[in-house]
């Protein structure tokens, strides 16, 4: 794997399709095959679809790969199974007959383990019925803490705590019953939130991204991570970057959001003019921070990056506001994210089943 980090859109566009799509797929193809080794029918079921349903969370994140230099492929292997176990454990509580916050909150205590080399791993489901999954979440787990037993993480750790603390406080109030979402949320956005310039769902979404833990880890991979760089790593990608992510994705996922009767942070925006705004003062707020970072150009590519392949993402075409709100964002986010746009058209198109 390269070590010049890419400063151009088309040496990104490259990287991706030659060095990192083809190590993600190897990863996610090893850890399909354990998911169809699980026991539990449940376990296996949703083991599976989140990795044929979300493999593009994978393949997006795995960019951040391109700083770790000749650790490259150590920090996708990181990468890929801390998604996947995302992915998975979102899939356990969105499609779970199960509203117990205990329940949720051991689930995502694999995640801060994963995190944490020192941490023995243990029983995560112990507060369901289905429990037997083969050693799957265990093993996706000792994969992250084997990625990281490589580095000296001492400076990162409390940021990388830090951000796996906000997402899975966000992972356990967001899947209680329906009628305590909202009001836990706010509550806890009112207890932790330290930026008035955002809602409450708009905090909840920046918590829901995993994009700065992976920025963290690949700089450390590859030795380039000076100790003055962390925080301004940390508040270079939140809430900004990071809920601008999120906020993409659930605006994408508006349709089926509202068949599931899943939570989405958009529908919470007063109307869709409103929403559109807000998604613009991210965009710029986002290349605001995004400038104090070291490899400037490769976060403000990445920036773009979320907004060509969120808008090109093939349910956008069920929106009612797919054409205005696509044609503003992709203008305010310049001509790379327009580049990414039709890359990622041309992807979906190209890899149609």
């Known amino acids: 794997m390269q070590n010049d980090i890419p400063t151009k859109s ?5 990287s991706l399709k030659l060095e990192i799509f083809p190590e993600v797929d190897k ?26 349903s979300k493999k593009f969370h994978c393949q997006g994140g795995s960019v951040y790969a391109l700083l770790a230099g000749d650790k490259g492929k150590e920090a996708i292997k990181f990468i890929v199974a801390y998604q996947t176990i995302s992915d998975y454990l979102d899939n356990l509580c969105d499609r779970s007959t ?36 083969n050693g799957y979440l ?16 001492d400076e990162i750790q409390p940021l990388l705590n830090r951000l796996v603390s906000l997402y899975s406080d966000l992972q356990v109030h967001k899947h209680v019953s329906l009628s305590e979402r909202v009001p836990r949320l706010k509550k806890w956005f009112n207890e932790t939130n330290t930026n008035n310039d955002l809602t409450w769902y708009e905090f909840a979404a920046a918590s829901g991204s995993t994009l700065a833990i992976f920025c963290l880890i690949s700089y450390a ?18 809430p900004y970057m990071q809920g601008l992510h999120i906020l993409l994705d659930y605006y994408i996922d508006q ?38 970072l070291p490899d400037a150009s490769f976060h403000q ?43 990622t058209k041309m992807y979906y198109k190209m890899n149609r089943k």
């Open 10 to 14: 088309i040496s990104l566009l490259k």
């Open 98 to 133: 199960s509203l117990d916050p205990k329940d949720f909150r051991l689930l995502h205590e694999a995640m801060y383990c994963a995190l944490n080399p020192a941490l023995e791993t243990k029983n995560y489901y112990a507060l369901r019925v289905d429990q037997d999954d």
């Open 27 to 52: 990863e996610l193809a090893k850890w399909k095959s354990k998911a169809e080794t699980i026991p539990s029918k449940e376990l296996r079921t949703q083991a599976l679809a989140s990795i044929e």
């Open 138 to 153: 265990n093993d996706l787990i000792k994969t992250c803490q084997e990625q990281l037993s490589l580095l000296k993480q």
């Open 255 to 292: 349709k089926e959001d509202l068949e599931e009767e899943d939570l989405n942070f958009c529908f919470y925006y007063p109307n869709e003019e409103i929403m559109k705004q807000r998604f613009m003062h991210f965009i710029q707020e986002s290349d605001k921070h995004v400038q104090k």
């Open 221 to 238: 991979l590859g030795n380039k991570l000076e100790e003055r760089h962390t925080k301004e790593i940390f508040h270079g990608y939140f």
């Open 301 to 343: 590519m990445v920036r773009q990056g979320l907004v060509g392949l969120y808008l090109a993402d093939p349910k956008v075409k069920h929106l009612l506001s797919d054409t205005e709100m696509k044609k503003n964002l992709l203008k305010a986010s310049g001509m790379n994210a327009r580049l990414f746009y039709w890359f």
